[in-house]
């Protein structure tokens, strides 16, 4: 259950590996998404909103594809397959300028000075996941891994817990026991995925699984939300704690080592 209420010291934990989100979480990319988005749909007359970006986010590229084309009503006059090279055109330009969302590069410099495992589990495929990154290399090489998704393992983006499962696999010693990851995301598909991804596998879950609270509820991997403030709140149920801010993060409340001068 959501708890956006100020986190009290060493309630939850203790978590020993972290796995980030990238997009929207470490870095400010989806506003990207949405001005492209926006221009191609200003062509039909239609206006992009929130509410279609919510379902849109966090999954692997040809899935919000086919979403965007269908749910907007233009699939006759555009397939998802060439609104995603219209698209691509833009994003190219676009991602190299990539910049840290606020309070990312403390939190991951933390957790790695004190030797916390990190990861990173994303939809996003290895030529995006370059451009992305140009001008984070040395952030993003404190990672233990880097899960992507057009990886060979992750048959199936958001919601699917595959790109999670296989972050979690791949830290030394893995699989790391669900109860002790912590994920960070900010779409409501990555918290679906993360909190299923200690207990179910993809078969078993299948195509048709829309996840309740009610079902979730007893598998207990932990995920911390950050959405943007347009998200709906009603997407924030599933997550264990919503913030506005990495830099609300607080380690110990999940049993994680303090930041250096604050009490914990
Ligand atoms: O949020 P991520 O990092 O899983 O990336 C997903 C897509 O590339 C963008 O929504
Ligand atoms: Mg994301």
């Not at 190299?96 to 309070?103: A, E, V």
């Not at 200690?198 to 207990?220: F, N």
């Amino acid at each position: 259950m959501a708890n956006p209420s100020a986190p009290v010291s060493g309630e939850k934990g203790p978590i020993t590996h972290v796995i980030f989100d990238m997009d929207g979480l470490l870095l400010d990319t989806e506003k990207f998404y949405t001005e492209v988005q926006e221009i191609i749909l200003a062509r039909y007359n239609k206006a992009f909103d929130w509410s279609l970006k919510a379902k849109m986010m966090g999954k692997k590229a040809i899935e919000s594809a086919r979403i965007f084309v269908e749910e907007t009503g233009i699939s006759d006059s555009l397939s998802a397959e060439d609104f995603l090279v219209e698209r691509e055109a833009m994003l190219q330009n676009l991602f190299p300028t990539s910049d840290l969302m606020p309070g990312a590069s403390r939190l991951i410099r933390h957790l790695h000075a004190k030797g916390i495992p990190i990861a990173v589990a994303t939809g996003s495929h290895k030529r995006h996941f370059g451009l992305k990154t140009q001008r984070h290399g040395e952030l993003f090489s404190l990672m233990h891994h880097i899960v992507l998704g057009d990886d060979p393992e992750v048959k199936k983006g958001k919601p699917s817990p595959d790109v999670f499962l296989a972050a979690a696999r791949r830290f030394e010693g893995g699989p790391v026991d669900p109860l002790k990851i912590l994920v960070f995301e900010d779409a409501p598909a990555g918290v679906l995925a993360a909190k299923t991804a200690g207990i179910y596998d993809t078969e078993l879950i299948g195509s048709t699984w829309m996840s309740t609270s009610a079902i979730i509820q007893p598998y207990q991997r932990s995920a911390v939300m950050v959405p943007d403030p347009r998200l709906d709140s009603s997407h924030h149920e599933t997550a264990d704690q919503v913030l506005s801010s990495l830099l609300d993060f607080n380690p110990s409340y999940w049993g994680l080592p303090p930041f250096e001068g604050v009490e914990s």
